[in-house]
């Protein structure tokens, strides 16, 4: 049973003991932390003697019209307060007139911070932030273990699909949003989220750590079908980025004019940088070493302690690359004294179409873009550039037998027309060459008529084919 006594009745017990009466100016200053007036009420600090939990104070409002219980220390407040929406318990800055904390009546922490000072030192210096963990391992004696800054974990049980739509499951959500209803100079910098990694200086290899990752995700798909993209699926990714127009009520929220559009990012992933020293500031000095052996590597292991570094993986399509506008896939600026080509094969590369029937080990395949059979369907090669450039391209027209073609600056003056029947120089079409008279024999006595006969058909023959006039 709890045995509840009023300061007030406290005194009335006239329990003179020191320890009693240090005990009431204490309770008596907290719950009276405002003077009171004649048309003020205060709430009743109550002393709680319980048998199991000891001796506790309670701040109790004396009616529902009074719901806050507060206490103040100097220009701080740290109380309760129903009857504000959700604000339940509370922490307010009495001077900037901020509440830096707030718990909901529903258990929702709410951290938040104004900052308004103006600094115009170092760009770099670090603002206050409303949430500042500072975590050190191996102080004061080495550390072991798996050490985590910050875990979010969500536990899913059970769902229901609500009208509106279905459920989305986010362990960790930011939003970084741009008010435009304040000044935004030109030049800033915006981070949706920013991970910084600096390792032990370990010049040596044999005292390198094992493994070092900026971000590491890990999926683990166990719902079949999901990755077939359709009405139902949208798919399953590892990493996705997106960049699309801001809704009507994005728009509005931050700010922004209807009307207002978005524009091209430079890059959906940039990969760049370089290693050196301190006096190395971009890729093309002596000091400079790669970033990285690769750029983007797709397969093999390595990269995770949740694979093993040295398995194979299995996709599907290394790299799909289908919507473009300017260049599917562009290759250029050669650092200097680089001997690298620019693209590396070991097997078959194809360009545009189906592989070949038979299946041989061909080193490239060539096909028309679009095959249509009332236009002529080309594929080729361009060797040097603009406007010298040599072609050699294989035209089709329907069923037409197709040309092997080598033309100069442009594709429609053919220097060289070669086919199955034939072949044709100058612009003029491949033809059968004509064959030497049957009765044209070297190795008997030649007559004059058939020697000229044979002439005449050679004759004809290299100015069909553009050789003479």
Do not use: C
Not at 54 to 75: A, H, M, Q, V, W
């Amino acid at each position: 049973m709890k045995n509840s006594v009023s300061i007030f009745s406290f005194y009335e017990k006239k329990i003179i003991s020191q320890r009693s009466i240090l005990l009431f100016l204490n309770i008596f200053i907290i719950s009276n932390i405002y003077p009171l007036n004649a048309s003020e009420t205060t709430n009743y600090g109550i002393i709680y003697n319980n048998k199991e939990e000891g001796t506790y104070l309670n701040l109790i409002p004396i009616e529902k019209k009074f719901p806050r219980s507060d206490i103040k220390f100097g220009d701080w407040v740290l109380g309760q307060y129903s009857g504000i929406k959700d604000t339940d318990f509370f922490l307010y800055d009495s001077i900037l007139h901020t509440h830096p904390l707030r718990i909901s009546s529903k258990d929702e922490i709410i951290m938040s911070h104004e900052y308004e000072n103006i600094n115009l030192g170092d760009a770099y210096d670090k603002l206050p932030s409303p949430l500042n963990i500072q975590i050190g391992y191996g102080r004061n004696i080495s550390s072991s273990g798996t050490a985590i800054g910050v875990q979010s974990t969500l536990d899913i049980f059970n769902e229901t699909t609500p009208h509106h739509g279905r459920n989305e499951f986010s362990a960790y959500y930011a939003y970084v949003r741009s008010n435009n209803r304040g000044k935004h100079p030109p030049g800033q910098h915006y981070w949706v989220s920013d991970f910084h990694l600096s390792t032990p200086y370990a010049p040596e290899a044999s005292k390198s750590p094992e493994l070092e990752v900026v971000y590491s995700g890990r999926i683990m798909n166990l719902s079949n079908g999901v990755s077939a993209l359709s009405n139902s699926h949208m798919g399953s990714y590892a990493q996705s980025l997106v960049a699309t127009p801001m809704l009507k009520n994005e728009l509005s929220s931050a700010g922004v004019p209807l009307e207002a559009r978005t524009y091209p990012i430079t890059a959906m992933i940039s990969l760049s940088g370089f290693s050196g020293d301190q006096s190395t500031y971009t890729g093309t000095l002596p000091s400079a070493r790669p970033a990285a052996d690769y750029a983007l590597r797709i397969g093999g292991g390595g990269g995770s302690p949740y694979i093993p570094f040295d398995s194979r993986s299995n996709f599907t399509t290394g790299i799909g690359v289908y919507d473009w506008a300017k260049t599917g896939i562009d290759i250029d600026h050669r650092l200097p004294g680089a001997t690298g080509p620019g693209l590396k094969n070991r097997y078959a590369t194809e360009l545009g179409g189906n592989m070949p029937l038979a299946g041989q080990p061909y080193s490239l395949i060539l096909h028309d873009e679009h095959p249509d059979p009332s236009a002529p369907g080309k594929a080729g090669i361009q060797i040097g550039d603009t406007p010298h450039a040599w072609l050699l391209a294989a035209t089709q027209l329907g069923s037409i037998q197709q040309t092997l073609e080598i033309t100069l600056q442009s594709e429609d003056k053919p220097v060289m027309a070669v086919s199955a029947h034939g072949i044709g120089f100058f612009g003029r079409q491949p033809i059968t060459p004509p064959k030497l008279h049957p009765n044209f024999d070297v190795s008997k006595k030649i007559d004059p008529q058939e020697l000229a006969k044979a002439y005449n058909s050679l004759h004809d023959a290299l100015v069909s084919i553009g050789l003479a006039q």
